[in-house]
């Protein structure tokens, strides 16, 4: 973990981005207290996330499909009995 005071960070953070990028994090203090972490982004996926992996897994009741009591969608606008 690289420890960076704002100023440094400021100064130098293009210094500190190919660290970043190979995992390490920066902990941003402010007078030598942590106030912030910078972290890489995990990695982009190269190809899209394929649709249906969980088919056929798991079936929905026909109920699901039921409109929702009074009660409950009052509950979800906020309103009060």
Known sequence: MIRLNIHEAKT???R??????QGETILLCKRNV???EIRPLSKQRERPRPVG???G??????????PLPEDLLDAFEGKRN
């Open 12 to 14: 130098h953070l293009s």
């Open 16 to 21: 500190y981005l190919k660290r970043l990028e």
């Open 34 to 36: 942590p106030i912030a």
């Open 53 to 55: 992996l969980a088919k």
């Open 57 to 66: 897994d798991f079936k929905l009741p026909p109920e699901f499909f039921d």
